[in-house]
């Protein structure tokens, strides 16, 4: 018959066993306390400093290099137009995408990132597309112009769907500062966008054909 003693010892064990202090799992080992780890998003990355934060980041290097790059084109391409108007422009432009590359910087610096630049090929590729249209186009003519506004309007269709995409991540990363600083670009560069086909449908285009047609004249009268 058990002892005084080991009815005791018994009801010690269940009560220390209730209140959880020293819980005994089934093969007699100490369980510890469960230990409330980060939050992982659905990859298993660490919540800040997600794929979606590094797709963001790297994209804001892309379109800084971008913007440098096209601070030292604009002033190329404004000296090889035709027409004041576009001259003009162009002009605005530059000075806007100046505005733009320290835009970017604050960005980066709400990030909490040093402002760094990375290699934009497919700006790089626009503005090479730019400098051989003005190559192959007669100097002084409404044809270079109306040449002049395609490769900058491909420039500011590819600014605007980068800049769109950077609004809605700085959105949904809650960096609701950064995405105002964007959204603003983003709104000049449609702007510049519109201005261009105005220009383009006002005059520009136009004037080239009855280029085409004039040398037309002129080599049926040879």
Request: charged residues 35%; hydrophobic residues 30%.
């Amino acid at each position: 018959m058990p002892t005084t003693n080991t009815r005791s010892s018994a009801r010690t064990r269940r009560n220390r066993s209730a209140d959880g202090s020293t819980a005994k799992s089934s093969n007699g080992t100490s369980s510890k306390a469960s230990v409330k780890k980060s939050p992982k998003s659905e990859n298993g990355s660490e919540q800040g400093n997600s794929q979606l934060e590094k797709l963001f980041t790297d994209s804001l290097k892309d379109i800084y290099w971008a913007e440098k790059a096209l601070t030292k084109a604009l002033p190329k391409m404004q000296k090889k137009a035709t027409t004041d108007e576009l001259k003009a422009a162009i002009e605005e432009h530059l000075t806007q995408t100046e505005e733009q590359v320290s835009r970017l910087e604050q960005v980066f610096e709400l990030c909490g990132k040093k402002a760094q630049a990375k290699k934009c090929d497919a700006m790089e590729g626009l503005i090479k597309e730019g400098e051989s249209i003005v190559e192959e186009t007669e100097d002084g003519s409404m044809t270079r112009d109306a040449g002049i506004i395609m490769a900058a309007q491909k420039v500011e269709h590819y600014e605007i769907a980068t800049y769109g995409s950077l609004v809605q991540f700085a959105k949904t990363l809650g960096m609701e500062d950064a995405a105002e600083l964007l959204e603003q670009t983003l709104e000049e560069e449609k702007e510049t966008d519109q201005k261009l086909t105005e220009i383009a449908e006002g005059s520009v285009n136009q004037s080239a054909q009855q280029e085409d047609e004039e040398e037309e004249d002129d080599k049926e009268k040879k």
